[in-house]
C-alpha cells in the first residue's frame, strides 16, 4: 500500500513561487506514474500534472492552464515527487493532492489508485 505524504503548500503573492513536495512510502515512485491534482471548493479535482519513467525515458504531461509555469519532477533516492510552480496566480489557489497510478499513462481521475492528503496553496493577488 502506497502512501503519499505532501508538505510546501503556503501563502503567496501573485508573480511568487512555491515547490510542493509528495514523499512516498511503501512503494518506489519510479513504479508508478504519479502526478498531481487540485481542488478549489464547489469545483471538480483537476489535472495539473504526471510524471512517468518507462523504457523509452521519462514522460510528462501538464495541463495547459499551468504548461510553462509548473515543473514536476522525482528524486528517486528520497523517493519523492515535487511540483515546482513559478508565476503564480490567484486562480491557482486550491488544495493540491499528490496521486501514483500502477498504469504507466494514466488517463482519468478514476485510473490513480493512491491520494494524499493534500496541502493548501494560496496566492493573493
Known amino acids: 500500500q502506497v502512501q503519499l505524504v505532501e508538505s510546501g503548500g503556503g501563502l503567496v503573492q501573485s508573480g511568487g513561487s512555491l515547490r510542493l513536495s509528495c514523499a512516498a512510502s511503501g512503494g518506489t515512485v519510479s513504479s508508478y506514474a504519479t502526478g498531481w491534482f487540485r481542488q478549489t471548493p464547489g469545483k471538480e479535482r483537476e489535472f495539473v500534472a504526471r510524471i512517468s519513467h518507462s523504457w523509452s525515458g521519462v514522460n510528462t504531461l501538464y495541463a495547459d492552464a499551468v504548461k510553462g509555469r509548473f515543473t514536476i519532477s522525482r528524486d528517486y533516492a528520497k523517493n519523492t515527487m515535487y511540483l515546482q510552480m513559478n508565476s503564480l496566480k490567484a486562480e491557482d489557489t486550491a488544495v493540491y493532492y499528490c496521486?501514483?497510478?500502477?498504469?504507466?499513462?494514466?488517463?482519468?481521475?478514476?485510473?490513480?489508485?493512491?491520494w494524499g492528503q493534500g496541502t493548501q496553496v494560496t496566492v493573493s493577488s
Open positions: 496521486v501514483a497510478s500502477s498504469r504507466h499513462y494514466p488517463s482519468g481521475i478514476d485510473e490513480y489508485d493512491y
